[in-house]
């Protein structure tokens, strides 16, 4: 019970300040007072602080409540409506983007280079799991034809003899090559602009310079799939900058349709540690339904092909391959945490072969282990009922005296090792958390300072 504090006002008027417990009902409460004093009744009425302690435990279970129910709100993760209202915008930013070139009278020269459009791609996580470079999408409208478009195709060598290494014509087996692909493709010097050979790409190419220069002078890079490891190896990073990355040309199809095919297309890179990612889908040739319609098929096949998903994508830029202007059509603050990156079918079944076991006796183990192998040569002891790992042979196991190999593995020490790295690891997800709540704290500082900064400026626009 808390103690209330009731004024008593006696004869003489002096106030007598007395603590008097409160209690839950009105009471009235009698004081014998001195003789002189009067006997005096006061009335306290119900404390209202109990009753706000009362109320303030149910206020604060309804926050709460509310609070989980947003929590839960917002772990709920709609693929298909985030995937829509990107589409939404990018059917606002495209017109704006064409407008601000028709604005601002830029008279280039290569409008179909340096208008081209791009979606600028960023990724929560790197991908970690995956196996091919780059997957081939084709466009349901492109800007590209044989008439705009430079081509060069890169072939093998016909001739692998000695003399034909240190012959000093070296377009000599490219005119071969011209005449057979005329006669087994029907192609001819419409269908590209320069063809080379192998020999021929490593022997004019070979400095920087030169690779950056034959990365710049076309437009598209086709290669036979027979040399395409090696091509792609001795070109580098020149091409990999440039977005001039050779096609695979199969010579058992037709070079018509593989040409018409990639003339039609785009790629999305899907390699390792990719985090940030560029994808072209067309140019202001062609009108804004058909830059909305490239974007659309895109978008799909990146919430196929994203490592983790559509939950990977951080945030989704509409921009010229200038770079400005750059317009957001999709952005997501959600942590990189929630992201979870599964390997692919293909890695799976790499990663089976290669941890396959083949498990056999061993005649110097004891009864009940056995001994298993994988394909790289590593070995471990398990057990033949549940096929669990045993340290064998540890210091407490028997050896002789004159044997070299003595025993090293102390299951005690293993075992501490095993809890200190645990230790370790969750300190260092605990310092990625407070380093993810820091950046947030400090992009809302950002915004906040920001929106003041507007609403001043616009407070002085209104006075003025």
């Known amino acids: 019970m808390k103690l209330r504090t009731a004024r008593v006002q006696t004869k003489k008027g002096d106030a007598v300040a007395k603590k008097v417990k409160a209690p839950k009902r009105k009471q009235p409460v009698e004081e014998e007072m001195k003789e002189e004093d009067e006997l005096q009744v006061v009335e306290l009425e119900e404390s209202e602080e109990?009753?706000?302690?009362?109320?303030?435990?149910?206020?604060?279970?309804?926050?709460?409540?509310?609070?989980?129910?947003?929590?839960?709100?917002?772990?709920?993760?709609?693929?298909?409506?985030?995937?829509?209202?990107?589409?939404?915008?990018?059917?606002?930013a495209l017109p704006t983007i064409r407008k601000y070139f028709e604005n601002i009278g830029d008279k280039s020269l290569f409008p179909e280079i340096d208008q081209q459009l791009q979606l600028n791609v960023v990724y929560k996580k790197p991908n970690t799991k995956s196996v091919g470079a780059r997957k081939v999408i084709t466009l349901p409208c492109s800007s590209?034809?044989?008439?705009?478009?430079?081509?060069?195709?890169?072939?093998?060598?016909?001739?692998?003899?000695?003399?034909?290494?240190?012959?000093?014509?070296?377009?000599?087996?490219?005119?071969?090559?011209?005449?057979?692909?005329?006669?087994?493709?029907?192609?001819?010097?419409?269908?590209?602009?320069?063809?080379?050979?192998?020999?021929?790409?490593?022997?004019?190419?070979?400095?920087?310079?030169?690779?950056?220069d034959l990365a710049n002078a076309y437009d598209m890079f086709l290669c036979d799939a027979r040399v395409f490891k090696s091509v792609k190896s001795f070109l580098g990073k020149e091409f990999h900058r440039a977005h001039r990355v050779p096609f695979i040309l199969r010579y058992e199809l037709p070079f018509v349709n593989q040409i018409s095919k990639y003339l039609n297309s785009t790629e999305i890179p899907t390699g390792n540690f990719v985090h940030r990612l560029c994808v072209r889908f067309g140019d202001f040739r062609l009108n804004n339904a058909d830059l909305v319609s490239n974007v659309d098929t895109i978008l799909t096949a990146l919430a196929k092909l994203a490592p983790g998903g559509w939950r990977n994508v951080r945030r989704i830029d509409v921009q010229p391959v200038g770079g400005k202007p750059s317009l957001p059509i999709y952005t997501d603050e959600g942590s990189a945490n929630d992201v979870v990156i599964e390997a692919s079918k293909t890695l799976k079944r790499r990663l089976e072969k290669r941890n396959a076991e083949v498990i056999d006796e061993c005649n110097t183990l004891p009864d009940g282990l056995t001994l298993a192998i994988r394909k790289n040569g590593k070995t471990r002891v398990i057990k033949e009922d549940d096929k669990k790992r045993v340290l064998y042979p540890t210091i407490h196991d028997e050896w002789r005296s004159g044997e070299t190999m003595k025993p090293k593995i102390n299951p005690v020490k293993v075992e501490a090792k095993r809890k200190r790295r645990a230790i370790e690891k969750k300190k260092r997800a605990v310092a990625a958390k407070r380093r993810e709540t820091d950046k947030t704290k400090e992009k809302l500082k950002k915004v906040a300072e920001k929106m003041k900064k507007k609403a001043a400026v616009s407070k002085a626009k209104k006075t003025a």
Not at 61 to 88: H, P
Not at 192 to 209: D, F, G, V
């Open 50 to 92: 109990e009753e706000e302690e009362i109320e303030e435990p149910k206020k604060k279970q309804a926050k709460t409540e509310e609070e989980v129910k947003a929590k839960e709100g917002k772990k709920e993760f709609d693929e298909q409506e985030r995937l829509q209202n990107a589409k939404e915008q990018a059917r606002v």
């Open 144 to 212: 590209r034809n044989l008439n705009n478009t430079t081509i060069c195709i890169i072939m093998p060598d016909l001739d692998q003899s000695e003399a034909a290494r240190k012959d000093v014509d070296v377009s000599k087996q490219a005119r071969e090559w011209q005449a057979k692909l005329e006669q087994d493709h029907a192609i001819t010097n419409k269908h590209y602009s320069l063809l080379l050979t192998h020999r021929q790409l490593k022997r004019e190419y070979s400095q920087y310079k030169e690779k950056r």
